[in-house]
């Protein structure tokens, strides 16, 4: 009787198991005007939906997405991209709010990079296999 019961406790448990769908590292640089972009985030999202890719972007442009782990990558298919890049994200910058307050400031790229739905971005990820990607802004 208590194994039964016991059994019925795992298999409970396991019914809130979820697996989440393969990834496959997904690094890549974003320029803008013809210069690294220094700062912000890159985002990836599967065009079937889900938890979305992201990735800061460094000082040299570079980025290395992460989506339930951190660097394990994006979900292999085709991508949606949004980029952000505003002041606030840069370390040098300095806010007049109040401490502890978060400061966006304006956009250093042009705003229709700050959504999915209007940056015109989209990127094949193969199945396999590191990925890199070159994203190029304009104006």
Request: charged share 20%; aromatic share 8%.
């Amino acid at each position: 009787m208590r194994a039964n019961a016991l059994a019925a406790v795992a298999v409970t448990l396991c019914l809130g198991c979820s697996h989440n769908p393969p990834t496959v590292p997904v690094s890549g640089k974003i320029l803008y005007q013809g210069k690294p972009l220094p700062y912000g985030t890159v985002m990836f999202q599967h065009e079937s939906g889900g938890q979305p890719s992201r990735g800061s972007i460094e000082s040299d442009g570079t980025f290395q997405l992460s989506t339930y782990k951190l660097g394990d990558g994006a979900r292999p298919g085709v991508n949606l991209v949004r980029v952000a890049c505003f002041e606030g994200s840069d370390p040098n910058y300095k806010s007049n709010a109040p401490e502890g307050e978060i400061v966006l400031g304006k956009s250093l790229i042009p705003r229709k990079y700050n959504s999915f739905g209007s940056s015109g971005l989209r990127v094949e990820v193969a199945p396999e296999g590191a990925q890199e990607f070159e994203l190029v802004l304009e104006e």
